[in-house]
């Protein structure tokens, strides 16, 4: 069974802070995204990553995949309330028509 | 660009009945199409992967007599759930990919069913 093992599950901060969300898998993945959802409204796509090692920046968020592909992270530099929402990494394995391996999901709330 | 539509946004429906939901890529031509099913405050589970003018392929433990799909162009899909039960209730979300980047999936706003 492929996973995608995605921590923390839950994460209550203060604005301003920073946070880190990780993704770690024994697979190793073509390419990795990760997607915010609000709730009832589908996820939206964040950034891809491609290449080992590869880090991409949106702004406050730093995205990170690991040199060996089966793994990454997310960071996010001073927290605003309008970060809050449930972040999902997805991972694509090779071969396999595009389907994605979901993580369990980070529930981030970020408090005024 | 890459917007995708799903409709209804939401619909209650009564048990043994059955309920078709709607997924169209608005500005461009989807070369697969994704359904998935998610409960509260839980990730997505995949149901299953459908091509245009192919039978879709269901993921294990998905009924396929009970979850039916059809992708009849490259812009539109449909799930159909049949004789709906309480239990079916859930957040129903498609999402599409196009083009050599098939892994990146756009997702649309979901579906929200609830069977009584």
């Known amino acids: 069974t492929q996973l995608l093992e995605q921590s923390p599950q839950f994460l209550s901060i203060q604005e301003g802070e920073n946070l880190t969300v990780y993704c770690n898998s024994s697979?190793?993945?073509?390419?990795l995204q990760w997607y915010r959802q609000e709730p009832g409204e589908g996820p939206v796509l964040l950034v891809t990553v491609v290449t080992g090692g590869e880090v991409k920046k949106l702004k406050r968020l730093t995205f990170q995949f690991g040199d060996a592909r089966k793994d990454s992270s997310l960071h996010i530099t001073a927290a605003q309330p309008g970060d809050t929402g449930l972040y999902l990494c997805a991972g694509a394995l090779y071969n396999q028509g595009g389907k994605l391996i979901f993580g369990q999901g980070t529930e981030l709330s970020v408090k005024p | 660009g890459a917007v995708v539509s799903q409709h209804p946004s939401w619909v209650i429906c009564k048990s043994g009945t059955s309920v078709k939901i709607e997924c169209r890529s608005l500005d461009f031509q989807a070369t697969t199409m994704f359904w998935y099913r998610q409960f509260p405050k839980q990730s997505l589970m995949l149901m299953a992967t459908s091509n245009e003018g192919s039978k879709a392929t269901y993921e294990q433990g998905v009924e396929k007599d009970k979850f039916l799909i059809n992708h009849a162009s490259l812009t539109l899909s449909t799930l159909t759930v049949t004789s709906a039960h309480p239990e079916d209730s859930s957040f129903y979300i498609c999402s599409a990919s196009y083009g050599t980047a098939i892994y990146e999936q756009y997702f649309g706003p979901g579906t929200r069913l609830t069977v009584t």
């Open positions: 697979s190793v993945f073509s390419s």
